[in-house]
């Protein structure tokens, strides 16, 4: 299965960016939609943003809209997330993950990464 590890997160303050890194390894990773998901202490792990495998279309959740923007380097086997104007409502473990459409949303299929910790200080 791919093999997954994110890196990027920190401590940013309010207004500020930070660039998330997702470098993936052991599948074609070119042939893979990928997707970004999130998960603020005691809430449930929701989606942030998707990519399909050619980088030619996006998705991305209401509350990040004109934020954030996710793109990928398939020479690099490698997603990333730029997070413009971030919000104390930003903080969160950030995760990426192989996605699929099943209908009504992207959904990961194999494993998780470990996620990269985004703190957003007021």
């Known amino acids: 299965q791919v093999q997954l590890v994110e890196s990027g997160g920190g401590l940013v303050q309010a207004g500020g960016s930070l660039r998330l890194s997702c470098a993936a390894s052991?599948?074609?990773?070119?042939?893979?939609?990928m997707g970004w998901f999130r998960q603020a202490p005691g809430k449930e792990r929701e989606f942030v943003a998707a990519?399909?495998?050619?980088?030619?279309?996006?998705n991305y959740a209401d509350s990040v809209k004109g934020r954030f923007t996710i793109s990928r380097d398939n020479a690099k086997n490698t997603v990333y997330l730029q997070m413009n104007s971030l919000r104390p409502e930003d903080t969160a473990v950030y995760y990426c993950a192989a996605v699929i459409w099943d209908g009504t949303s992207w959904s990961k299929f194999g494993s998780w990464g470990q996620g990269t910790r985004v703190t957003v200080s007021s």
């Open positions: 052991g599948g074609t990773f070119s042939s893979y939609n």
């Open positions: 990519i399909i495998w050619s980088g030619g279309r996006t």
